[in-house]
């Protein structure tokens, strides 16, 4: 009996091998499995496998150590400060911990009580990172552990969350200018910490998806390739609530008298986030649908929107006197148009996914030949 192996790639770009049965002692057949498969998921001789017959006959095999209930899921780790020193490696240690899925970490000295400045800083990167709590503190000991499932949102969810938020920090830009109230800027920083919250929380289960894939099915990722394009998805739209944060806090330090002066200012801001709302909205429609057209259309507008953009602060700087003014509106366009380019990259997105099966949401447009 011989053993060939044919190498393919599915539609989603996962590995294929069409390999012959062996015969095995008087009735047994085995396979042999691609070497390149058990490194990626770490099976060696002895290790356990599950084999699941699906509803089309096919057979599955799945790692046994690929389960919800995985060690790894669960692990422990402690942080020692006298040997970090530096409190800003601290917190950065307990980000990473947080992301790649970590739920404790014990933060301990055992030279001397953990000093107030220290508490204050811990206490400062938890409030970032959702569900990671304090659940025990001593003098010279803190417990953390994260209470969120990792499983209960899915990666949609947590998308059209964040921009949900954003379209928030617009809004309360418009009111700002339309009502003449810069009191709701202030609004802006905590819809941004809040952001940031789903930012990490999003990254954490991305990376624990990548650790344990039996998790990907829980949170509405298809396939691993959605991985790298998730992550950026999620990074750009933290960058927009960074933008919309700084346009902020530059309006609040301008003089709101020499801002009310510039009518033209006004107008063409209220104009622009007119449509940068709608831009939102669509963006959403064409992530949840995998719309390509919708996606198109977006990145045809936001090139359009970028152009509008400087030609309007062209405009406006040629008529001002006043240099600091000038320069806070040369840097709420600039950041205006940084935040509509993040919202192309996620039609981007869309677009390259979209190619995984062509003739899926194509109509028609593109497909794969036969």
């Given at each position: 009996m ?5 190498y ?7 590995l294929?091998a069409v390999?012959?049965l ?53 692990a ?32 301990i ?36 552990q994260?209470?969120?499932?990792a ?9 059209g969350?964040l921009?949900?938020l ?14 003449g ?11 941004e ?30 396939s691993?390739?959605?991985i ?5 998805i ?25 801002l ?8 063409a801001?209220s ?24 996606a198109?259309?977006?990145?045809e ?22 240099v ?7 840097k ?12 192309g ?26």
């Open positions: 011989y053993l060939y192996v044919i393919l790639r599915s539609c989603g770009g996962a294929m390999r012959t062996l015969k095995l002692g008087k009735s047994s057949l085995v396979v042999v499995l691609p070497k390149d498969w058990l490194r990626e998921v770490g099976l060696r001789s002895g290790d356990k496998v599950l084999v699941k017959q699906e509803e089309d006959g096919s057979l599955k095999i799945i790692p046994a150590n690929m389960s919800l209930s995985d060690e790894t899921l669960r422990r780790v402690v942080v020692n400060l006298d040997k970090c020193g530096d409190e800003k490696l601290v917190q950065r240690l307990l980000v990473a911990n947080y992301l790649i899925g970590n739920d404790t970490v014990t933060i000295s055992k030279k001397s009580v953990i000093p107030p400045h220290t508490l204050k800083s811990v206490r400062e990167v938890i409030s970032k990172l959702r569900g990671f709590e304090i659940i025990e503190q001593r003098p010279d000991l803190i417990v953390l994260c209470m969120t499932d499983t209960k949102f899915s990666m949609e969810n947590l998308v969350r921009l949900a954003i379209l928030s920090m617009v809004d309360y830009v418009k009111k700002a200018f339309d009502e109230k810069m009191e709701y800027l202030k609004e802006i920083p905590f819809l910490d809040e952001l940031d919250r789903i930012y990490w929380f999003g990254v954490r289960q991305l990376l624990m998806v990548q650790r344990n894939r039996a998790l990907a099915k829980f949170v509405g990722i298809e691993a390739l959605h790298v394009g998730n992550r950026t999620l990074k750009v739209l933290e960058l927009a609530g960074d933008y919309l944060e700084e346009i902020a806090k530059d309006l609040l330090r301008a003089q709101w008298e020499q009310e002066k510039c009518e033209a200012f006004r107008k801001i104009n622009l986030v007119d449509q940068i709302e709608d831009i939102i909205g669509d963006t959403l429609r064409a992530f949840n649908g995998l719309d390509i057209f919708l198109n259309e977006i990145l507008r936001v090139a359009q929107l970028e152009k509008q953009i400087h030609e309007n602060a062209e405009k406006i700087l040629l008529g001002l006197s006043d600091k003014t000038g320069g806070i509106i040369m709420v366009f600039t950041r205006l148009v940084d935040m509509a380019k993040s919202l990259v996620v039609c981007e997105v869309v677009i390259n996914r979209s190619m995984e099966e062509p003739g899926r949401m194509a109509r028609g447009c593109i497909y794969r030949e036969v």
